[in-house]
């Protein structure tokens, strides 16, 4: 069984400060491992992906996020806030192990992030 | 627009009623995903199609939820006799061929269920 875990429910962080939001994943075989973003009365938004290679992948508005196999974490980074960051993030999981459905995404319970001016 | 597309966007009915979701994919796509999202969680797997073969479902798709895709476009999600349960949003998501976007999901608007 594959599951995320987000343990902030809330992260707040003044505008221009780094930010960072936690995550941290269980899998069977090698994970491939998501940042989707939810702002109000939208859709989820795609923000990036680690499948493999460098551990250190760069996504959309700036975002960020370092793939750490030993402590199975994948924590979404963004070196200088602004307030229109403001939004609920998700991350998510899927294991490569056989019989794995290609969009079966197992996600965590969403961290809000909250920039103040 | 040509991003994936569900309908209605809300829907109100009692309890005991049948309600019935439309999702439009992007149009070459060919994979299709139904997820629930209830309020402080994230989104939940529901069911899946490659074109129009329902390939997974998941055990919360209980035997009054049924989905189809029947000519590998577009997709409905009805749920029969509603429960108080069942109010969630309803995610579609679609997805190109394998090898291309390496497992991204595009994700529509949603659809909101309230049952009285």
């Known amino acids: 069984a594959q599951s995320v875990a987000q343990p902030e429910d809330q992260v707040n962080v003044a505008e221009g400060n780094p930010l960072t939001v936690k995550c941290t994943y269980s899998?069977?075989?090698?994970?491939?491992l998501f940042w989707y973003v939810q702002y109000p009365n939208r859709g989820l938004q795609f923000l990036l992906k680690?499948?493999?290679?460098?551990?250190l992948v760069k996504g959309s508005y700036g975002f960020e996020a370092e793939f750490n196999k030993s402590q199975t974490s994948f924590h979404l980074k963004k070196p200088s806030a602004l307030v229109s960051d403001s939004a609920l993030y998700f991350c998510?999981?899927?294991?490569?192990?056989?019989?794995?459905?290609?969009?079966?995404?197992?996600f965590g319970q969403g961290t809000i992030l909250t920039v103040h001016p | 627009d040509t991003g994936v597309s569900q309908d209605p966007r809300h829907k109100i009915t009692k309890r005991g009623q049948n309600v019935t979701f439309r999702c439009d994919p992007i149009?070459?796509?060919?994979?299709l995903y139904w997820y629930r999202q209830t309020l402080g969680q994230g989104p939940e797997f529901l069911t899946y199609?490659?074109?129009?073969?329902?390939?997974?479902k998941s055990r919360l798709l209980s035997d009054r939820f049924s989905a189809e895709r029947p000519k590998g476009s577009f997709s409905t999600l009805e749920i029969q006799r509603t429960e108080q349960g069942d109010s969630a949003m309803y995610l579609c998501a679609s997805s190109p061929p394998s090898g291309r976007a390496n497992g991204e999901l595009f994700f529509g608007e949603g659809s909101r269920l309230t049952v009285l």
């Open positions: 998510a999981v899927r294991g490569n192990a056989g019989g794995t459905s290609y969009g079966k995404l197992t």
């Open positions: 199609f490659q074109n129009e073969a329902q390939l997974e």
């Open positions: 149009s070459e796509h060919n994979r």
């Open positions: 680690y499948i493999t290679g460098d551990n």
């Open positions: 899998v069977s075989g090698n994970p491939y």
